[in-house]
């Protein structure tokens, strides 16, 4: 009696088992053929949520590629197609500016710092320039040299008035605060 039931449940199990079988296979082979994560290339970002990776499939370890996001992804999806997203090429250090030409400065912030080491590059120690949207305008006080602000952030919302944001240290006055300002740059 015990040997039948056994036989009879080895021969079910018999039965069951190679459709268990398959549906395991299948699950298996199914989960394989999930295709690729996908994601967006940088000419497909439009919104934040375009910048969120795909991550890593299960058991590896993320690449950057599939665990970045933001800027960051912007970064890389940018480099991956030879688009420097953030321009970090140095500034022009080929001639000297000039009031006529300034060497242009390109950034997204209300105020921007330059570093400038003369024409030739490096023929005196840094010093550090800052410019804003509101006075766009500097010239290194070693070398002469002339820079511009050049804005290239989002336009300001239709509000009409101009957003304007304190720095954190107000510009200290000069005599050159009480020129006429046709004078200033003159
Ligand atoms: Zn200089």
Known sequence: MFLQRSAVALARRAAVAPALRRTLATTAVRRNQVPERKFKSLSE?????DLIGPG???????????????LERLEILGK??????????PLDASRKGTLDNPIPVRG???????????????????????MTRDDPIERCPECGSVYKYNYVGPEDDGHHHHHHVEPEYPEPKTWADYLKPEYKWA
């Open 45 to 49: 970002v439009k919104t934040d949520e």
């Open 56 to 70: 890593a499939q299960p058991g590896t370890v993320p690449t950057d590629l599939e665990q970045a996001t933001g």
């Open 80 to 89: 991956t197609e030879g688009v420097d997203v953030f321009d970090m090429r």
């Open 108 to 130: 997204v912030g209300q105020e921007q710092y330059a570093g400038c080491t003369g024409y030739p590059a490096d023929s005196h120690i840094v010093v550090w320039l800052r």
